[in-house]
């Protein structure tokens, strides 16, 4: 494995285990999921240009308008969530209440 590939899963793995324990503020954990977008962002983006095929260069875009849509979708529920509890402490939403 080459110290690229190393370096992208290692970043990938490190965003899923701050996900997974740090579950203190919605933002953190919204920062963990855009940190492991962006992981597999830049290997889908290199990946064509090393192999010459130009017929998967458009897959790293349509990844990017994903991310995008999830940041804003995110962002969304972050103010929402600020709003109506006050703060945006995961433990004080529970979505069984309305």
Not at 12 to 24: E, K, M, N, V
Not at 30 to 55: G, K
């Amino acid at each position: 494995m080459s110290p690229l590939h190393f370096s992208f899963y290692s970043a990938f793995t490190f965003s899923s285990l701050g996900l997974a324990f740090h579950r203190t503020h919605l933002i953190s954990a919204l920062l963990c999921l855009e940190s492991m977008m962006l992981s597999m962002f830049i290997p889908l983006s290199i990946w064509p240009v090393e192999n010459q095929t130009p017929s998967f260069a458009l897959v790293p875009i349509l990844m990017l308008a994903f991310s995008a849509c999830e940041a804003g979708t995110g962002l969304a529920m972050l103010v929402a969530s600020a709003r109506t509890h006050g703060s945006d402490h995961l433990h004080n939403l529970n979505l069984l209440q309305c």
